[in-house]
């Protein structure tokens, strides 16, 4: 399984940061008729933008057309397990695209409206998020 991560990064560790604020960017459709919007700030790993893409696809029965809008650029560290406080900052363990309410994460074309619906309401049920189906 190939997930989405960069080939290459400034820094290898970055700082956790603040996701306050609404999505000025991205927040409307641009390639697609459809869409699946975040209404709520978070992070989303690669693995559960990998998970709701192939549940999208599975249902299309790869049918139609998916854009991926976001991408898992920040690097988030773990400690292994049963490993003593301190000792500076941890591994890289995976990558997460920072999600702000508004913003659009996946869209969907050639398919009926009934079908995008559906596979949203798939790829919703594998993201962390609250979202919402948008259309044109």
């Known amino acids: 399984m190939a997930l989405l991560q960069p080939k290459r990064t400034k820094h290898r560790k970055t700082f956790r940061g603040k996701r306050g604020g609404v999505a000025t960017r991205g927040n409307s459709l641009s390639f697609g008729t459809f869409g699946l ?3 709520e700030a ?6 559960q933008l990998e998970a ?18 976001i991408f898992p650029d920040k690097p988030i560290t773990k400690h292994p397990a049963e490993s003593r406080m301190g000792s ?5 363990e995976g990558y997460v ?4 309410p508004g913003q659009l994460i996946f869209e969907m ?3 009926e409206k009934i079908t995008a619906a559906e596979a949203f309401r ?7 998020l609250g979202t919402k189906f948008v259309e044109k």
Do not use: E
Not at 52 to 59: I, L, S, V
Not at 122 to 128: D, E, I, R, T, V
């Open 88 to 92: 500076g900052k941890g591994d890289v």
């Open 52 to 69: 709701a893409r192939r549940a999208m696809a599975h249902f299309t029965q790869r049918g139609g057309r998916i854009w991926i809008k």
């Open 97 to 100: 695209a920072v999600v702000k």
């Open 37 to 39: 919007k975040s209404m």
């Open 109 to 111: 074309g050639a398919v």
């Open 42 to 47: 978070g992070w989303i790993t690669a693995r």
């Open 122 to 128: 798939l790829a919703a049920h594998k993201l962390p």
